[in-house]
């Protein structure tokens, strides 16, 4: 009979912040992978690799989709607001699940969006 509970997937609380967590990471990492193709650096080399990393555990192996190294917004104040509030999301999500290397990595990237942000502020500031 359609409609009863038996219709439906089951995943555990768990399994669903997993999925959010691995979501808010792909996306992190798409934004940096548009940041890099702005700036390339060894830093958001170094964070573009760790992301991944965490994508593809979450995930169970599967490798997380990638850009293909040109930036859709090339406004590099607004892709670090966007990096910025996915760090915060990914953030709160692996606090809720309680993974210690996804939280500390996504914190990791808040601050270093923070600081590009106030590094960008300055710099148009000085002009």
Not at 5 to 34: C, K, M, N, W, Y
Not at 41 to 59: G, I, K, N
Not at 73 to 81: S, V
Not at 91 to 98: E, F, G, H, I, Y
């Amino acid at each position: 009979m359609a409609g009863t509970p038996s219709d439906f997937p089951h995943r555990s609380r768990e399994e669903e912040l997993d999925i959010q967590l691995a979501g808010h990471l792909a996306a992190l990492l798409a934004v940096t992978d548009e940041l890099r193709a702005l700036a390339p650096s060894a830093e958001l080399d170094t964070a573009s690799a760790r992301l991944a990393e965490q994508v593809t555990r979450l995930r169970g192996g599967h490798a997380p989709a990638r850009t293909s190294g040109t930036a859709t917004d090339p406004c590099p104040t607004a892709l670090h607001h966007r990096a910025h509030t996915l760090a915060g999301r990914a953030l709160v999500v692996a606090a809720s699940r309680a993974d210690t290397t996804a939280a500390i990595l996504a914190a990791e990237r808040m601050d270093a969006h923070t600081a590009a942000l106030r590094d960008l502020t300055e710099l148009s500031a000085a002009r």
